[in-house]
C-alpha cells in the first residue's frame, strides 16, 4: 500500500511563495507518476499539475502555468510544487496523487495523500 504525505501548506499574503513537499512510502515515486490536485469550498477537485516518472515531462492545470512548478527527487521518493505569485484563487486543499498513468482525472489516481491547507490572503 503506497502512503503519501504532503507539507509544506500554510497562509501567505498575495504574490507570495510557498512550496508543498509530498514523500511516498517505499520508494513509490520511483515507480509512479505524481501529481498535484486541489479542492477549494464547496468546488470539485481539480487538477494541478503532474509529472512523469522517468523522463521528467510535466503537465499543468492553465490557471497555474507559468506560477507553479512540479518537480521531482526519485532517490529521495519525493515529488514538489512550488508555487509563485499566488493568488486568493489559489486557496484550496491541496493533495499529492500517484498513478502509473499520467492523468488529469482524480478518479484515475488509487493513491492520495492527507492533503495540506493553502491559504492566500488578500
Known amino acids: 500500500q503506497v502512503q503519501l504525505v504532503e507539507s509544506g501548506g500554510g497562509l501567505v499574503q498575495t504574490g507570495g511563495s510557498l512550496r508543498l513537499s509530498c514523500a511516498a512510502s517505499?520508494?513509490?515515486?520511483?515507480?509512479?507518476?505524481g501529481a498535484w490536485f486541489r479542492q477549494a469550498p464547496g468546488k470539485e477537485r481539480e487538477f494541478v499539475a503532474a509529472?512523469?516518472?522517468?523522463?521528467?515531462?510535466?503537465y499543468y492545470a492553465d490557471s497555474v502555468k507559468g506560477r507553479f512548478t512540479i518537480s521531482r527527487d526519485n532517490p529521495k521518493s519525493t515529488v514538489f510544487l512550488q508555487m509563485n505569485s499566488l493568488e486568493p484563487e489559489d486557496t484550496a486543499v491541496y493533495y499529492c496523487?500517484?498513478?502509473?498513468?499520467?492523468?488529469?482525472?482524480?478518479?484515475?489516481?488509487?493513491?492520495w495523500g492527507q492533503g495540506t491547507q493553502v491559504t492566500v490572503s488578500s
Open positions: 496523487a500517484a498513478n502509473t498513468a499520467i492523468s488529469r482525472l482524480s478518479h484515475n489516481y488509487p493513491y
Open positions: 509529472i512523469n516518472r522517468s523522463d521528467g515531462i510535466t
Open positions: 517505499e520508494g513509490a515515486f520511483s515507480n509512479y507518476r
